[in-house]
Nanobody, 120 residues
Framework: VQLQASGGGLVQAGGSLRLSCAAS????????MGWYRQPPGKQRELVAH???????AYADSVKGRFAISRDNAKNTVDLQMNSLNPEDTAVYYC???????????????WGQGTQVTVSS
């Protein structure tokens, strides 16, 4: 299973970016999908995640600004980021808990990371 993330870049404070992540390979189903980020010099942290039934959860720091969505038919997860500020600067990683069979144990896979830089 591979996760391919895209959509990062450089944006001014107050701007918007949309990240996308597509999972491919042997996939029976995907449970939770999510986005994490790792700011410079800090640990990786959860940004948002979404269950297969579309229940979502967000870090307090992004509530009201970011929106996560998924397309179960395409095995994709997106993160719409609005009102960006310099504190959002980080490498963003997508992940997915994938089942490769009906009775398979779900395993968490990670994307390669995409850089988001917000200038003040």
């Amino acid at each position: 299973v591979q996760l391919q993330a895209s959509g990062g870049g450089l944006v001014q404070a107050g701007g918007s970016l949309r990240l996308s992540c597509a999972a491919s390979g042997i996939i029976f189903s995907i449970d939770t999908m999510g986005w994490y980020r790792q700011p410079p010099g800090k640990q990786r942290e959860l940004v948002a995640h979404i269950a297969r039934g579309s229940t979502t959860a967000y870090a307090d720091s992004v509530k009201g600004r970011f929106a996560i969505s998924r397309d179960n038919a395409k095995n994709t997860v997106d993160l719409q980021m609005n009102s960006l500020n310099p504190e959002d600067t980080a490498v963003y990683y997508c992940n997915a808990r994938v089942r490769q069979g009906l009775l398979g144990t779900p395993f968490k896979y990670w994307g390669q990371g995409t850089q988001v830089t917000v200038s003040s």
